[in-house]
């Protein structure tokens, strides 16, 4: 059976203590917040949770902590990518036997994978027999898994999804043109959500609706009704804190922008820092602003 991913899919930090551990009291109380402010489901251990700064073991425990906390309607999907092969497989079959709904893989990065390449790696993980999500992501990862290759990979039954994130918008109505609805298309940069949902995606796999979930579903909920007009004014007093996903220091700034809305910790692996100076100061004041004009209907939100 295909499952049907839609809605809102936060990209969940991974929240750790002062001494580098995984803080599960921080985790679990992000992943509550966010269920009860309605999105659909949560990413663990992708890009915006440091995947990269984390061993297997650590991963494998992140997976368990927030399967342990969550039952019922909630989509699960395990980031599972590493730059060792052998470890994604190893970490999709973790994600599978914990109970998962899927994962969410990038092709090869390190070793620039031709295109065959791409397609063989995927077919290897689909035989593990978990619902995928491909994570396309050419800006960070110099790998675009471009049409083509899509429609190749589109015999694959396991590979259901496609987190979106070249950061061209045109490239929505190129999938849907080429490929039509073959695969679930969830826009990965937070500053083309109405972009990419008035085009027809699915979803978002949204950064900053770790810190504002009820603003990030509503938008989602007002582009789906056709009520443009209302998700417009929405996403304009939204889209100062969006594009502070669309940077290298993402984790700094959603770290940040969580520990202003209380929502978190600014913990974070090395070589991340937190962020200084004037950078922090313009992140503090973008989040000032934002908190300072919300709209009234979200006032409440913590």
């Known amino acids: ?13 991974t929240p750790f203590d002062s001494n580098g551990k995984l803080d599960k009291k921080q985790l679990t109380a992000l992943v509550d917040l966010l269920r009860g402010e309605g999105v659909a489901g949560v990413v663990v251990g992708g890009s915006t949770g440091e995947f990269y700064a984390m061993n297997v073991a650590e991963r494998i425990e992140l997976f368990n902590a927030v399967k342990a906390h969550v039952s019922g309607a909630f989509t699960l999907i395990a980031g599972t990518s590493s730059i060792n092969h ?5 970490l999709t079959r973790e994600a599978k036997a914990i109970g998962y709904d899927g994962c969410m893989v990038l092709p090869p990065v390190y070793c620039l994978p031709t295109p065959a390449e791409v397609t063989d790696a995927f077919t290897d993980v689909a035989g593990i027999g978990l619902p995928i999500m491909i994570y396309n992501n050419p800006i960070a990862y110099r790998v675009d898994v471009d049409v083509e290759t899509l429609k190749g990979l589109s015999d694959i ?10 950061g ?11 490929l039509g609805d073959r695969f679930q298309l969830f826009l990965g940069v937070d500053d083309l959500a109405f972009e990419g949902l008035a085009l027809g995606c699915d979803g978002l796999l949204a950064g900053v609706g770790c810190a504002f979930p009820r603003e990030t579903v509503a938008l989602y909920d007002l582009m789906k009704a056709g009520k443009y ?19 290298n220091k993402l984790v700094q700034n959603l770290k940040l922008i969580d520990l202003l809305v209380g929502v978190g910790t600014e913990h974070m692996r090395l070589p991340r820092m937190p962020l200084i100076g004037e950078e922090r100061a313009f992140i503090e004041g973008v989040v000032k602003k934002a908190l300072d004009t919300r709209p009234a209907e979200y006032q409440s939100v913590a």
Do not use: C, F, N
């Open 1 to 13: 059976m295909i499952p049907a991913w839609k809605g809102v899919l936060p990209a969940l930090v």
């Open 86 to 90: 052998s470890e994604t497989l190893q």
């Open 157 to 166: 039954p396991k590979i259901v999804a496609l987190k979106e994130e070249t």
């Open 168 to 178: 061209d918008i045109r490239r929505v109505t190129d999938l849907r043109l080429a």
């Open 229 to 247: 007009a209302e998700a417009l004014k929405l996403y304009q007093w939204m889209t100062p804190m969006l594009h502070l996903d669309v940077s």
